[in-house]
């Protein structure tokens, strides 16, 4: 992703932390005009790892004399950052609620990360995270909140176009929680377009289960289905009240873009019949591919480029999908 570090803040461009995360393979499936970012193809095995680069660079050069880093996370970007903070020696504590995913735990602490696990919500987490670094005189990092981890996410978009000869993909849907990379997806875009690279930003789909749906709800004004369930496999989608809400839904409406909502049924579909394209995506990936499945039919006739991105590898949902 390195390759636009001159489209990157000045922090970002020197002392440059990297595990070879981005290039990763845009490819077209075997459906008609339907292609996948895989995304699980990054060190860690999710696009996180753009946000962690750009957020352990920054910090090395804005803060040089750090003493460790917190953060709170519901598996992914606990386990990318700590698979950067270690990269450059770094202290790193990550703090998850008890429904983590076994093998997300494992990988964090795989990496020398400690891992807190905290009893209560997403909100609770976070709070114990700040609480930690205070303490401890560590930094938190909070990538739900940190402006250098989104500017990591902007180069999925620079790379997209790039891959697609500057002719991006007429739809992009991808799952979004706490919203980082559908931010920087966007931003990314609106860059390229007042650059004038590219003529218009893609429609953008952001994806959420119903049982998890805040900004659904937000950007829609509805009340999501009432017979669901609290839970979803869908376990990285997790952020209840995302502190950039607002920020996606004005972005969103800036370049009509949409949010659909996906059942428990359709992601299980989902995830079996990308496993039938080659792809093996964690369940919450395949919530993206379980709002396109729907369209297919519509997709396939009109004749209009989609594009999923897959942000996570099934590698890390196996003990979960092996209860469906």
Same mark, same amino acid.
């Given at each position: 992703?390195?390759?636009?570090?001159?489209?990157?803040?000045?922090?970002?461009?020197?002392?440059?932390?990297?595990?070879?995360?981005?290039?990763?393979?845009?490819?077209?499936?075997?459906?008609?005009?339907?292609?996948?970012?895989?995304?699980?193809?990054?060190?860690?095995?999710?696009?996180?790892?753009?946000?962690?680069?750009?957020?352990?660079?920054?910090?090395?050069?804005?803060?040089?004399?750090?003493?460790?880093?917190?953060?709170?996370?519901?598996?992914?970007?606990?386990?990318?950052?700590?698979?950067?903070?270690?990269?450059?020696?770094?202290?790193?504590?990550?703090?998850?609620?008890?429904?983590?995913?076994?093998?997300?735990?494992?990988?964090?602490?795989?990496?020398?990360?400690?891992?807190?696990?905290?009893?209560?919500?997403?909100?609770?987490?976070?709070?114990?995270?700040?609480?930690?670094?205070?303490?401890?005189?560590?930094?938190?990092?909070?990538?739900?909140?940190?402006?250098?981890?989104?500017?990591?996410?902007?180069?999925?978009?620079?790379?997209?176009?790039?891959?697609?000869?500057?002719?991006?993909?007429?739809?992009?849907?991808?799952?979004?929680?706490?919203?980082?990379? /559908?931010?920087?997806?966007? #931003?990314?875009?609106?860059?390229?377009?007042? @650059?004038? *690279?590219?003529? !218009?930003?893609?429609? &953008? +789909?952001?994806?959420?289960?119903?049982?998890?749906?805040?900004?659904?709800?937000?950007?829609?004004?509805?009340?999501?289905?009432?017979?669901?369930?609290?839970?979803?496999?869908?376990?990285?989608?997790?952020?209840?009240?995302?502190?950039?809400?607002?920020?996606?839904?004005?972005?969103?409406?800036?370049?009509?873009?949409?949010?659909?909502?996906?059942?428990?049924?359709?992601?299980?579909?989902?995830?079996?019949?990308?496993?039938? /394209?080659?792809?093996?995506? #964690?369940?919450?990936?395949?919530?993206?591919? @379980?709002? *396109?499945?729907? !369209?297919?039919?519509? &997709? +396939?006739?009109?004749?209009?480029?989609?594009?999923?991105?897959?942000?996570?590898?099934?590698?890390?949902?196996?003990?979960?999908?092996?209860?469906?």
């Amino acid at each position: 992703m390195w390759r636009y570090v001159d489209f990157l803040p000045p922090s970002m461009r020197r002392n440059i932390v990297s595990l070879g995360e981005g290039n990763t393979p845009l490819v077209k499936t075997s459906t008609p005009n339907i292609y996948v970012k895989l995304e699980y193809m990054n060190p860690s095995g999710s696009f996180k790892d753009r946000g962690s680069a750009g957020l352990l660079t920054s910090l090395r050069n804005i803060m040089p004399d750090a003493a460790g880093i917190c953060e709170d996370s519901s598996g992914n970007a606990g386990a990318s950052l700590a698979a950067y903070s270690a990269a450059v020696g770094l202290p790193c504590v990550v703090f998850g609620s008890e429904n983590m995913v076994p093998e997300k735990a494992l990988q964090i602490t795989a990496y020398g990360a400690e891992l807190k696990v905290v009893k209560g919500s997403r909100e609770q987490v976070a709070a114990a995270a700040v609480e930690e670094a205070i303490n401890r005189g560590y930094v938190y990092v909070g990538h739900a909140w940190n402006p250098y981890f989104v500017e990591g996410m902007k180069t999925a978009a620079y790379e997209i176009a790039e891959q697609t000869a500057w002719n991006p993909p007429e739809e992009i849907y991808l799952p979004v929680s706490a919203g980082t990379l /559908l931010i920087g997806l966007i #931003e990314g875009f609106i860059d390229m377009v007042e @650059a004038g *690279v590219v003529e !218009k930003v893609p429609k &953008i +789909v952001a994806v959420q289960p119903e049982a998890n749906p805040p900004l659904y709800v937000a950007y829609k004004k509805a009340m999501p289905p009432e017979d669901i369930t609290s839970v979803s496999l869908a376990d990285a989608l997790t952020v209840k009240n995302p502190p950039r809400l607002w920020q996606m839904i004005d972005l969103l409406r800036d370049v009509k873009g949409d949010v659909e909502i996906v059942s428990e049924d359709e992601i299980v579909k989902a995830y079996r019949q990308l496993g039938w /394209l080659g792809v093996f995506a #964690e369940p919450s990936s395949a919530v993206a591919y @379980a709002a *396109v499945r729907r !369209k297919l039919d519509e &997709i +396939v006739a009109s004749g209009k480029s989609v594009l999923v991105i897959v942000t996570g590898h099934g590698h890390k949902s196996v003990e979960l999908m092996k209860l469906v």
